[in-house]
């Protein structure tokens, strides 16, 4: 018997590139694409992990802190914790998946600590397992990725996924920015974790998440669901990156004359928040946090204060302006559709991890930002690594596969026109950023938009494969523009408010539209409506 | 965004080149350089990652400011994020004092 090799092998390529043979390739090295390498290395897969900024401090979870969704196995508590955000996400979560998940991100959390991860430790002396410092974490992840044998690519963007004959996911190439050359890996089974869309918007930690692996998931035949989820906007110092939506629970809102702005809140009174920034300048100051509040805040989230203590402001007693800025599907809950337990997608051998899957199915339609999706991260991740590593054990012999790029836009000769990166990048987030076109949806608005971006999209198909300083920047435009079209054809798709996609022109939830949107499509994008598990034997029954 | 690498500080090792999620800094033949200032993402990362201090990140997202570095090295601003969250050895103490769950009433 021989000794498997745990390690990917590099294997000879031509100048200017190098190129891996591996069992599971795992594109993006936040927590999901991690814990995805790690997961797979432990079935002893050879794996190698492809990250488009560095692993351990890209992603929106390396720059941040987040709630996790730990919740001790008690029957009563785990009941309380499924049953917290049902109705808020319009009744579309899956009890059976959000089960799964509550046990997996357990079990993995306390695997956390073993490792480690300093958990803080309350008054009782219980190790207290619900938030997670992002830098801390991901510099942890980052050590456990490499000490399971994985082989990480940093500053290496995936331009594109490779097919084999019969179209099962077999590898991807791309750049490695640092080195100036071109990387392939072949692998049997692909995870994308690439996170989700926030369209550049800088909210914090996120302008490396533009959709990338979704145009990719989408070129292979992939499909996507819940994208009308797709508009959370997060609140931050006008001036800054610092999103932490959570801390202005303790703020109050004002307009520049110093009135209060009427329904203004961080949870439940953010659209209030919103309609003012349309018509001026918004201000808050975090007056409501007294006694040790304060100086929780400061210890829990040092980054929080960066913006105030480098520019002389004291948030508890200084008014200072707001914006809300674009979280896209990064804490919406629309991504690739997951059609089995081992977040298998709809092509064969592709998975989907973290924010690049949909969490529709523990978060329904309303936001997975901070505990949701850390949870879904550490176990979407878990799931689909041992998937890939499975999928790719039973594939057989793989010598003599004959393998195609699937890339599109940006990466095929045209010689029509130049692709422009930043000029579409820019017209992409003219569409999203509005509030009053995606947070306040509407018919026409949507239809006005979807006109728009479909044109963008003809005139990019069109246009020359963009130059090798620029490739990268064109398919993240590219995949932005996808993105947007996929939101918004779902958007138009589902015909009333839930959740936080709200329909000016359907203020109400519709319990016949109990259903999820399926999305797909590049040159043609398409919808379709699948059934809620629990409204299809409801349906059955009658 | 990025604004200064403190030469007197810098031992030039790289580290911030290799840290940088959005790759905004050039190896050099000596110190790294702030190469593309545009690409920056506000994520202060890369000051967490500077064993000595030598990185600032100015907090506004959008527009490139002027910075006073003799201003940042007296106010003992270089490096305030990383004694804040934990990663020097007089403040490791503080790697465990997250009080979200006091916050958050977990």
């Known amino acids: 018997m021989?000794?498997?090799?745990?390690?990917?092998?590099?294997?000879?390529?031509?100048?200017?590139s190098v190129e891996f043979d591996a069992d599971v390739l795992v594109i993006g090295g936040g927590p999901a694409g991690a814990w995805a390498a790690i997961s797979a290395a432990e079935q002893g897969a050879r794996v190698v992990l492809a990250e488009k900024g560095f692993c351990g401090t890209s992603g929106a979870t390396a720059a941040a802190g987040t709630g996790v969704w730990y919740v001790d196995p008690e029957p009563a508590l785990r009941e309380a914790a499924m049953a917290n955000r049902?109705?808020?996400?319009?009744?579309?979560?899956?009890?059976?998946?959000m089960a799964s998940v509550l046990d997996r991100t357990y079990e993995q959390s306390n695997r956390l600590a073993d490792w480690g991860y300093p958990y803080p430790v309350d008054d009782n002396g219980k190790s207290q397992r619900n938030s997670l410092q992002g830098p801390e974490y991901m510099r942890l992840m980052r050590k456990r990725t490499k000490q399971a044998g994985v082989t990480i690519l940093d500053h290496s963007p995936a331009l594109e996924l490779l097919v084999d004959e019969k179209g099962a996911a077999a590898g991807a190439s791309g750049l490695r920015r640092q080195k100036h050359d071109r990387w392939t890996v072949r692998a049997k089974a692909v995870v994308i974790a690439t996170g989700g869309c926030a369209f550049l918007s800088?909210?914090?930690?996120?302008?490396?998440?533009?959709?990338?692996?979704?145009l990719m998931a989408a070129e292979a035949g992939a499909e996507f669901s819940s994208m009308e989820f797709s508009n959370p906007y997060a609140i931050s110092a006008a001036f800054g990156s610092v999103t932490k939506t959570l801390f202005y629970g303790w703020a109050t809102f004002t307009y520049e004359d110093g009135g209060v702005v009427p329904g203004a809140a961080s949870k439940g009174g953010r659209s209030a928040i919103a309609r003012a920034l349309t018509q001026g300048p918004v201000y808050a100051r975090l007056d409501k946090a007294d006694g040790d509040v304060p100086r929780q805040m400061r210890v829990s989230q040092p980054n929080f204060f960066l913006p105030f203590d480098r520019t002389g402001i004291d948030p508890f007693t200084d008014r200072f302006p707001v914006t809300l800025r674009l979280e896209g599907t990064v804490r919406g809950t629309g991504g690739l559709r997951i059609v089995d337990d081992s977040c298998a997608t709809t092509v064969p051998g592709l998975y989907a991890a973290g924010d690049a899957a949909t969490r529709e199915l523990i978060c329904g339609g309303f936001t997975g930002g901070g505990s949701h999706n850390a949870a879904w991260a550490m176990s979407s991740g878990t799931f689909a690594g041992q998937g890939a590593a499975d999928y790719a054990r039973h594939a057989g012999p793989t010598r003599g596969r004959r393998l195609s790029s699937t890339g599109t836009v940006a990466l095929r000769q045209r010689a029509e026109r130049p692709f422009k990166p930043a000029e579409l990048a820019k017209a992409v987030q003219d569409e999203v950023f509005p509030y009053e076109l995606n947070y306040f949806r509407e018919?026409?608005?949507?239809?006005?938009?979807?006109?728009?971006?479909?044109?963008?999209?003809?005139?990019?198909?069109q246009a020359d494969a963009a130059a090798a300083d620029d490739v990268f920047r064109a398919r993240e435009s590219a995949s932005m523009l996808a993105t947007a079209r996929w939101m918004y054809r779902s958007g138009l798709a589902r015909q009333e408010s839930r959740g936080m996609h709200r329909r000016d022109d359907f203020p109400d939830q519709d319990d016949r539209q109990r259903h999820y949107i399926t999305s797909g499509g590049l040159d043609e994008v398409w919808t379709s409506v699948r059934p809620h598990a629990e409204a299809a034997y409801a349906e059955a029954a009658e | 965004m990025i604004e200064v690498i403190d030469a007197q500080r810098c031992t030039s090792c790289d580290i911030c080149?290799?840290?940088c999620p959005t790759n905004v800094f050039d190896k050099t033949d000596g110190f790294p350089v702030i190469a593309r200032q545009d690409d920056c993402q506000t994520c202060f990362l890369c000051e967490?990652?500077?064993?000595?201090d030598a990185l600032f990140v100015s907090p506004f997202a959008d527009i490139p400011q002027n910075v006073d570095l003799e201003a940042l090295r007296q106010n003992a601003l270089l490096g305030s994020y990383r004694r804040a969250v934990g990663w020097t050895e007089e403040t490791k103490h503080h790697r465990d004092i997250d009080r979200s769950y006091l916050l958050f009433g977990h």
């Open chain 2, 17 to 19: 080149v290799n840290v």
């Open chain 1, 2 to 16: 021989t000794v498997r090799p745990t390690r990917a092998d590099r294997v000879s390529a031509p100048a200017g």
């Open chain 1, 202 to 214: 800088k909210t914090l930690g996120s302008n490396v998440l533009t959709g990338d692996g979704y």
């Open chain 1, 86 to 97: 049902e109705k808020l996400g319009g009744h579309l979560q899956d009890r059976r998946w």
């Open chain 1, 443 to 461: 018919a026409g608005r949507l239809g006005g938009s979807l006109e728009r971006l479909d044109a963008l999209w003809v005139e990019v198909s």
């Open chain 2, 48 to 52: 967490l990652y500077c064993p000595e």
